[in-house]
């Protein structure tokens, strides 16, 4: 490790300093066995002040800071399902040919307990994501990203989103798409490998967004019990699901 320059004078000259002032104590007091009585046990307790500023305070201010970090990220996923990524989960059931199975999973997680979303995310891990291109609306799939493109880019540009990696993910994904849908003119008549590649493109976002929602909604569930109510009445995953209170 390198040491600068600047530091090492300073350590010098700290150093000479507690030397000339441990001098002068001796000069007044003439009491050397004094001085090195406090001496000691100054040194002996610079080990709990290590302790105490290194380890206890230092953990207990980073866990703040993360708190607070992971705050300001749960505003941006917020902000993110309530642009765009709500719709997207349902425009992506539509495509899906296993998208009873989907519902019946997540449809009604209005009253789940930890252990129940815990469970939800190891199903969403091994569901199989079925796309079939020709079940939906490619095309307003298309218009939907377009129109979010910008809104994309700002989210990426976040430095907040180096605290999450899957959401991260889930956004290059997702603008990734966006791209590949943007550079074909006609997309309703593909070839077949433009079919499947641009299927898996969406089986990647709609793995990602499913396990990213799933999260989400725990995390309202547990902090903001007001913005999952209206999440549960808008639930993608729920056909009949109503924004009005019945």
Known sequence: MKLDKWKLTWAVVLIFLSAVFYFVHYLIFRDPHHIFIF?????AFVFVEVLLVT?????????RDTKNRLYKLNMLIGVFFSEIGTDLLKIFSEFDRNTEKMRKEFSSCMNWFDDQFHNAFKKCNGYDYNIDLHRADLVGLKDLLLRKRHFLVTLLQNPALLEHETFSDLLWAVFHLAEELAHRKNIGALHDADYEHIANDMKRVYALLTGEWLFYM???KDNYPYLFSLAMRTNPFDPDASPEIE
């Open 39 to 43: 001496m000691v046990g100054d040194i």
């Open 55 to 63: 380890v206890i305070i230092h953990e207990l201010l980073s866990y």
């Open 218 to 220: 725990k995390h309202l």
